[in-house]
């Protein structure tokens, strides 16, 4: 699985995309900087999204929203979330 950096945002808001192992694209946006406590959305293409805030270089769920869009209470996040948001430079997800 590589991170690809899109085409849709600018500098300071850049847009990753990475393909599944199961073939579906997740897309990812940061909101400002992981140093500026600032937010990281990760969206699975046609599907869920989680937000996330960053502190500390880790990155602590804020919430989850199913595919239309709705609040959902989330107890594990699928085992791709962690690796994928190391490989944009933060050490892990908070527990």
């Known amino acids: 699985m590589s991170v690809r950096i899109g085409d849709r945002s600018g500098p300071d808001e850049p847009r990753l995309k990475t393909e599944l192992e199961d073939g579906r694209e997740v897309e990812i ?10 937010r990281i959305d990760v969206e699975v293409d046609g599907g869920r999204r ?7 270089n880790v990155a602590v769920l804020v919430m989850a929203l199913n595919e239309i869009g709705s609040r959902i209470d989330v107890d594990v996040l699928p085992t791709w979330i962690e690796p994928t948001l190391q490989r944009i430079g933060l050490e892990g997800v908070e527990a």
């Not at 946006?29 to 600032?38: D, L």
């Not at 989680?50 to 500390?56: G, R, S």
């Open 29 to 38: 946006e940061i909101t400002g900087s992981p140093q500026n406590k600032r």
């Open 50 to 56: 989680w937000v996330f805030a960053v502190q500390e």
